[in-house]
């Protein structure tokens, strides 16, 4: 039995194709479960816009697999806490313990834990190797960086978050963990048993893509003329369009997928870790894992109010991008300018809205999400 009445999956579907209609972005998907359950599951507008108002090119499908920028988080924490599950390692262990090399001993960063690399505490939220996008394909090169590099905060006191190196460290420790590289233990962990099978932590030898095209756009570009509005955003969108950072693995940043598996993979956190069957963490870890760990009123990168699970955004502040009323139990994670997942656990509700047009982080970006979010919630209670 249908969640969502045809009347309000049509309001939803409007609003959706309104945002493509006044060129907020030229194409998009929106994906969302309801008790394990798929119940929207929309797509429209062009995957490889040519550039013009038009955009005319190939069609987005809720088969288009697109550039996720941040929430590829998600993803790799949940491929770290599959090690806890296994008892490979613990939250408050020291990074060090794993991956000896990290720190010298007896130094300040040799005392960060896990935990604190997981809710944004390290210390490390920036790098030089974050704007060396020549570099992110070597990830020994990557790792060595890491390594050389001394906190600005001492481990565990300033939420500031890792834009880059959380996906580097959160990586590497499943590397050290594991014995295998972060990419293959969350399609194994991860992606295969939750049959998200258009995503991946960027794109292996054996994948041809396509992937859409991401399209840069500043402030307000729907209300000027297209062509003087592209720039701002245009050297990120050409940099993640590259196929070098296709081929990269950035845990933090160049996940490959559609809304639709990331509403699968947030419709298995909200119910404790296990959907049509398959457990892929243990409810006791989801729990861990989404609980308030750090907060802030002024977080160190973001200038702006933040709250962290381990690998996750919680909600309940003014600027989350979960919805204009975010419940403070809902959790999830947005990507740059483009994209955000959540889950409302309480109500067994996953959401899903991918797009290929990159747009100013703070305002446009979180209404976009926040209006469509809020439908969605409108939506489910009739």
């Known amino acids: 039995m249908a969640r969502i009445s045809e009347g309000a999956r049509q309001r939803v579907s409007g609003l959706f194709d309104r945002h493509l209609e006044v060129g907020l972005h030229h194409g998009a998907q929106c994906a969302v479960y309801v008790d394990g359950e798929l119940e929207l599951d929309l797509a429209g507008g062009q995957a490889s816009p040519n550039g013009d108002a038009t955009g005319d090119g190939e069609p987005t499908t809720t088969e288009t697999r697109h550039v996720l920028f941040s929430c590829t988080k998600p993803y790799a924490a949940a491929a770290l806490h599959a090690l806890v599950c296994d008892g490979a390692l613990a939250y408050d262990d020291r990074v060090v313990d794993h991956w000896p090399s990290f720190a010298e001993a007896g130094s300040t960063k ?45 481990p565990g006191e300033q939420p500031a978050y890792h834009s880059l190196t959380f996906g580097w460290l959160v990586g590497e420790l499943v ?43 500043t402030a307000f570009d729907g209300c000027r003329d297209l062509e003087e509005g592209l720039g701002g955003h245009t050297t990120i969108a050409d940099s993640f369009n590259s196929e070098s950072v296709h081929r990269s693995v950035i845990p933090a940043a160049n996940g490959i ?85 959540w889950a409302d656990p309480a109500r067994n509700i996953s959401f899903s809205y991918v797009t290929n047009g990159v747009r100013e982080e703070t305002y446009e970006h979180v209404t976009r999400m926040s209006t469509l979010s809020d439908a969605v919630r409108l939506a489910v209670d009739g």
């Open 175 to 217: 590397r050290r963990v594991s014995g295998r590289p972060i990419e293959e233990v969350a399609t194994e962990r991860v992606f295969d048993p939750l049959e998200m099978n258009d995503t991946g932590i960027g794109l292996r030898e054996t994948e041809d893509g396509p992937v859409a095209t991401l399209t840069g756009y």
């Open 110 to 154: 040799a005392d960060t834990t896990v935990r604190q690399v997981l809710n944004h505490t390290a210390g490390l939220p920036a790098s030089d190797i974050d704007r060396q996008p020549d570099l992110w394909g070597d990830w020994n090169a990557v790792i060595e960086r890491i390594e050389g590099m001394d906190p600005v905060s001492t």
């Open 257 to 341: 997928g559609t809304a639709r598996d990331m509403a699968r993979f947030y419709a298995c956190l909200a119910n404790g870790g296990e959907l049509d069957g398959t457990r892929i963490l243990e409810s006791e870890v989801v729990e861990t894992m989404t609980t308030l760990w750090a907060a802030t009123d002024e977080d160190g990168t973001l200038r702006k109010p933040s709250r962290y699970g381990l690998g996750v955004w919680k909600g309940g502040t003014s600027t989350d991008p979960f919805g204009s009323l975010t419940p403070s139990r809902v959790f999830g994670h947005s990507g740059l300018g483009s994209s955000v997942g």
